[in-house]
């Protein structure tokens, strides 16, 4: 029998392991991005969200959901849940790369960088 103590750490650390990216479900990525308003990201105006892409190999297939409608990417090529090419976006080692060119720049970010960063944003809000 396990005791209370022994459960709390496995939680714990199965809780860590969700939180720094390391136990995304197999088909599935969530990209961290800031969507920037200058040519660089400076993380004091920057817009974050977080996009959610499922992926099909089977169907060579890549839906986003940004927010509550998801979209199906076109024309593309799956090699596996962190590494895809469709039309206007790509990822390459989990990292987001889009085709979007102009004053809005974006950077894929970690999972905990990205969440620091939102903390620090609201702090200097205030």
Request: glycine residues 4%.
């Amino acid at each position: 029998m396990i005791s209370k103590e022994d459960l709390g750490i496995v939680v714990l650390l199965v809780a860590a392991l969700w939180f720094f990216d390391y136990l995304p479900p197999y088909n599935q990525i969530t990209a961290h991005v800031a969507i920037c308003t200058k040519e660089k990201c400076d993380y004091k105006s920057n817009t974050y969200r977080k996009i959610t892409y499922k992926v099909s190999f089977d169907n060579q297939q890549v839906v986003a959901k940004p927010g509550v409608f998801p979209r199906r990417l076109t024309n593309c090529k799956v090699f596996d849940a962190k590494n895809w090419d469709c039309d206007g976006e790509m990822m390459i080692d989990g990292w987001l790369s889009s085709a979007d060119s102009g004053i809005i720049t974006s950077e894929t970010m970690g999972r905990m960088k990205w969440h620091l960063a939102r903390v620090r944003q609201f702090i200097n809000s205030l």
